[in-house]
């Protein structure tokens, strides 16, 4: 399985950016996805997690009410949308999955397969 996210970019505070992750391979074998993200000199952290379905969804509280996950199983294809983007969200965000139909495990271990990472920057 690969993973390739893409999306990011430098916005300024307050606006919207939407991140999409494109699997291929063994896509099969994927229940679970979900984004993460790293910013300079912090530990990899959960943002969100979907459902093979797209029925159910899990978020961070600091990202709750702004960003909304979603999924196209006939593109292989998750995508983050990212609004009232703040100064703090700026990382690299990783896309995830996993074989595990569990959505609501936060840990970056629990996760099978990753993507490359795309930067996201926001500015005052």
């Known amino acids: 399985v690969q993973l390739q996210a893409s999306g990011g970019g430098l916005v300024q505070a307050g606006d919207s950016l939407r991140l999409s992750c494109a699997a291929s391979?063994?896509?099969?074998?994927?229940?679970?996805m979900a984004w993460f993200r790293q910013a300079p000199g912090k530990e990899r952290e959960f943002v969100a997690a979907?459902?093979?379905?797209?029925?159910?969804?899990y978020y961070a509280d600091s990202v709750k009410a702004r960003f909304t996950i979603s999924r196209d199983n006939a593109k292989n294809t998750v995508y983050l949308q990212m609004n009232s983007l703040k100064l703090e969200d700026t990382a690299v965000y990783y896309c995830?999955?996993?074989?595990?139909?569990?959505?609501?495990?936060?840990?970056?271990?629990?996760?099978?397969?990753w993507g490359q990472g795309t930067q996201v920057t926001v500015s005052s």
């Open positions: 995830a999955g996993k074989w595990s139909v569990v959505i609501t495990t936060i840990a970056s271990v629990a996760y099978d397969y």
């Open positions: 979907i459902s093979r379905s797209g029925g159910s969804t």
């Open positions: 391979g063994r896509t099969g074998t994927i229940n679970a």
